[in-house]
């Protein structure tokens, strides 16, 4: 006997007529923030970085200090401003801005560079830089010096180096600077939905040519860590039934209706595995560097990964639009910001990746888009700001903290995704702006490749409000997270295969 319940496949055939499902289309435009010169140029030093970071962010901070400490008094005394670290003067109550500097024994240094170009084994990689209470230090400095930062206060703000803040203290007889109260630049401006793109019109014979709908329960696809391998299988199920899923080949009709919703996929990262085992070793299990070879070195290049990818979005992008973030283990520069993977690695999917214009007409992004790593867009009208990971990662090292999520808000109110490059986190030596400097305030913010999922909305002095989203790695959880396009509420779609 056949089984005819409803949302159930197991059932004889039917000689209902279906309509065709369509899927939504995507409206979509990507920024090019992080976009690098193709000349890039390597002599300058990297302490520019953080001038421009304290001239960029110093009248936020200032302002955001102001408003809350000028006129305060503290027993009979009243808070100054100064406007340098080294104005800073003993018993005087005071504020002042600066950039944060942790002082921290454990951090990489190019010692460790030495030891392993000398064939001495590197040391073990650290989860955390902190050492035992007493060793680290916290510093402040600007462009006239430095002053080292100490009170109860610091251990219940999260401080990482590179971020701009201010701090209200006083400076006592050992010439520390005892800080009272801390505050940050906090959320830069927001724009409205739909600020530099165009919104749907309606359709219908009643309806006004100047009045935009939103949407119609639409969803963005989030997934991060597929972790392609060339050396083992495992996981290939799952990412089995996440292409199916995501095709709408399987299930019953009101899940495909449901994931016809979902008009764009983002892959946050770390597409490919971390392979370890095709690196060449000494004889005591050391990662040695073997000798030039021209041409095809199969010891150290395996194409299966990237094949593998290139499959899966081949099968993807007839159907759904796809937008690929480089991580710290896909074939893209290592350091921040990292460039679009190339093209050429997706022999199938790049006839996707965009549309060619005529001579003056704009050039509109394909189906497959390779992006940089951090990077900004408008999906649907809402600005996006993604990132493979590597920046939370860092930051995790510097704090004591667990909590990733209160790392992204951290970053949001500090207004800069990568507070720690160049210092511990590798990035291009710019010399005339800062990029990982927020400008504006993001709708929705990105970071794959984390241990769980977690998410949440924060809210900034003026109204913005932002959803984070910590993505997690889907070789290690099986999940993909979608977020509806109009309410911005997050799901989590998980994929099991038994053993």
Not at 260 to 266: A, D, E, Q
Not at 317 to 332: K, M, N, Q, R
Not at 449 to 468: A, C, H, M, N, Y
Request: glycine share 8%.
């Amino acid at each position: 006997m056949a089984v005819t319940e409803e949302g159930n496949l197991l059932h004889g055939p039917s000689e209902s007529e279906y309509q065709p499902i369509t899927r939504q289309p995507s409206l979509y435009k990507p920024l090019d923030t992080f976009a690098l010169q193709k000349e890039k140029h390597y002599q300058q030093q990297y302490g520019d970085m953080y001038f421009l970071r304290l001239a960029k962010l110093k009248p936020f901070v200032e302002a955001s200090a102001a408003e809350a400490w000028n006129g305060l008094e503290i027993s009979g005394e009243h808070v100054e401003k100064v406007d340098r670290v080294l104005d800073v003067r003993q018993g005087k109550l005071c504020w002042v801005a600066g950039t944060i500097y942790m002082d921290m024994p454990l951090k990489p240094n190019i010692l460790e560079d030495i030891s392993k170009d000398h064939w001495i084994s590197a040391p073990p990689l650290l989860n955390k830089y902190r050492s035992a209470p007493g060793i680290d230090s916290v510093m402040l400095e600007d462009e006239s010096g430095r002053i080292q930062l100490i009170g109860n206060t610091l251990d219940r703000e999260m401080l990482v180096t590179g971020c701009i803040i201010a701090v209200m203290g006083t400076e006592n007889a050992e010439g520390n600077f005892e800080v009272v109260d801390i505050k940050v630049p906090d959320l830069p401006p927001q724009a409205e939905r739909w600020h530099t793109s165009e919104p749907p019109a309606k359709t219908g014979e009643d309806v006004k040519m100047d009045e935009p709908i939103s949407g119609n329960g639409k969803k963005i696809a989030i997934v991060s860590g597929l972790s392609f391998s060339g050396t083992s299988l495992e996981g290939s199920l799952e990412i089995s039934l996440l292409t199916e899923f995501l095709l709408g080949e399987a299930l019953d009709t009101g899940v495909q209706e449901s994931v016809s919703n979902i008009s764009r996929l983002i892959i946050a990262g770390n597409s490919i595995a971390l392979d370890n085992e095709a690196m060449p070793h000494d004889s005591i299990g050391n990662a040695r560097k073997a000798h030039k070879k021209y041409g095809y070195d199969a010891s150290s290049y395996n194409p299966a990964p990237t094949a593998h990818l290139d499959n899966f979005l081949a099968s993807l992008l007839p159907s759904l639009p796809v937008t690929l973030i480089p991580g710290f283990s896909d074939p893209a520069n290592i350091s921040l910001p990292q460039q679009p993977i190339h093209a050429a690695m997706f022999p199938q999917a790049r006839s996707y990746s965009y549309f060619p214009a005529g001579e003056g007409q704009e050039q509109l992004p394909g189906w497959f888009d390779t992006v940089t790593n951090p990077w900004e867009g408008e999906v649907e009208g809402w600005k996006v700001l993604a990132t493979g990971g590597q920046n939370v990662d860092d930051v995790f090292k510097y704090v004591e903290s667990e909590d990733r999520l209160s790392m992204l808000e951290a970053m949001c109110r500090w207004r800069c995704c990568a507070p720690t490059a160049p210092d511990t986190l590798w990035s291009y030596p710019f010399q005339d702006d800062d990029p990982f400097v927020l400008n504006s305030c993001p709708h929705i913010y990105i970071v794959g490749s984390q241990p769980k999922f977690d998410t949440d909305f924060i809210e900034g002095p003026e109204g913005q409000r932002v959803r984070l989203i910590a993505v997690p790695e889907f070789a290690k959880t099986g999940e993909i997270v979608l977020v509806d396009s109009e309410t911005l509420e997050t799901e989590v779609v998980r994929f099991v295969v038994p053993n």
